[in-house]
């Protein structure tokens, strides 16, 4: 194993213990220790679920980017495993970018990510290949053969600094995968390539392409058939908002459409953010052994890397909750895996209850919960304006999450969650009562709220570092509002120690 690995798995040990258990989320990943950015390598490997990540374990700050570790039975309780890859060849000396997994014919992991160099030492000037690694779950070897894809294998008039974030899926005749691109104006192209091996690969063709309205480079593809369609995942650069969708300039849209096996075209048909909250990027799916296509994004937001909460913080980065994806009403919807209702506890459950002013009620409080509301009008009375639930609350902060009827927005904001910068604190979200009603269903974890809006219709995801000591939940609404509300815990000591 090379030196910079070694160094790597060492210092992450030793760094990893100044990081109490109470000091990081209790069901989201966040690095070992330091920075953590794209998930990679998503997938199910020797009866466990594997999830790489971008890493630097020498700093809070991205820089040097490794491939860090961690493998769970259940998706939530992750076990950390030693770096998985250092940037320490020539052809990667810049950095091993976000990549994917599959298993071989021969039972080995294949890792295939993107290998960064510089051009004549020049940090500005990088050229990105994509590169190959095998192992056993635990080691990985990088190949002598590497890179497996270069620049010079492209149709002409791409852009080689920008060519990366390879996704690999099995089909009946080996491998395919999708590398994200763009040309040389900037716009983003997502190249198709097949190979039979897993390490000879031939380009195929260019599957999609940005004609200019989903901002600039498209980053971290992934793509898969879902429900009787294909869905396109890219997470763009610098968008422009439209409406209610794409206000955070790199986020995340799904393309719901057809893939053409004869032009190996993918034609898309209608496309939507995948998440409308504020800390949402590069996400990247598996199918589970039991044919769920599972999504797990990086829960974060590259313009908002400031703000951690606290300067002496010993990590950065928290992955999201994984998410089953499902198409409903031709619209991609997610719901939390199922596996979280293993670690609920406690419920706390009221029904009908009238809410005409501020609301506390008896129970429905804590900062790592599970909470589902449904809302609705009081039959008779002149329709509510606006109904709001404040969480992570206390004297002097709180999130909320409002709806105002007469726009149909949803909006999160985290204005007082402690922050004392300048960044953005909230996002909206258009959503469509079901008569009459909303569904809401919020997860809190120590640092985040995820929000899954009407049965999984629309997701708003933030990061919140607000005092751990502001638990409380209070409700409001400026008319007559009946409420139903179902508390749980989530992995509560009681809950852990049970199972
Ligand atoms: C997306 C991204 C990827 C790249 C990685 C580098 O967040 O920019 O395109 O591979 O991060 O860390």
Known sequence: MNQKLLFARAYEGVAAQQIPDEARPLFHLTPYAGWMNDPNGFSFYQGRYHLFYQYNPYDTKWDDMHWGHAVSADLLQWDYLPAAMAPDEPYDDKGCFSGSAQELADGRQLLLYTGVRAEGGERDKEIQTQCVAVGDGLDYAKLPQNPVISWEDLPEGLDKHNFRDPKIWKTAEGYRCVVGSCDESGLGKILLFRSADGFAWTFESILAENDGRLGLMWECPDFFSLDGKDVLLVSPQDMLPEGFEYHNGNGTVAMIGTFDEQTRRFLPEADQAVDYGIDFYAPTTLLSPDGRRIMIGWMQNWDTTQLSGS?????????????????????????????LEAFRSRPVIYENVLVDSVVHLPGIQGRTLDMELTVRPEPGEPLYHKFSVRFMENEQFHTKLSYRTHESVLRIDRKFSGSRRAYIHQRRCQIAPRNGEIKLRLILDRFSAEVFINDGEKVMTATIFTDLAAQGISFFADGKVRMDVTKYDLFSEETHETL
């Open 311 to 339: 300067k002496d913080r010993k990590w950065f980065g928290q992955m999201t909750l994984p998410r089953e994806l499902f198409l409903r009403d031709g619209r991609l919807c997610q719901r939390p895996i199922r596996e």
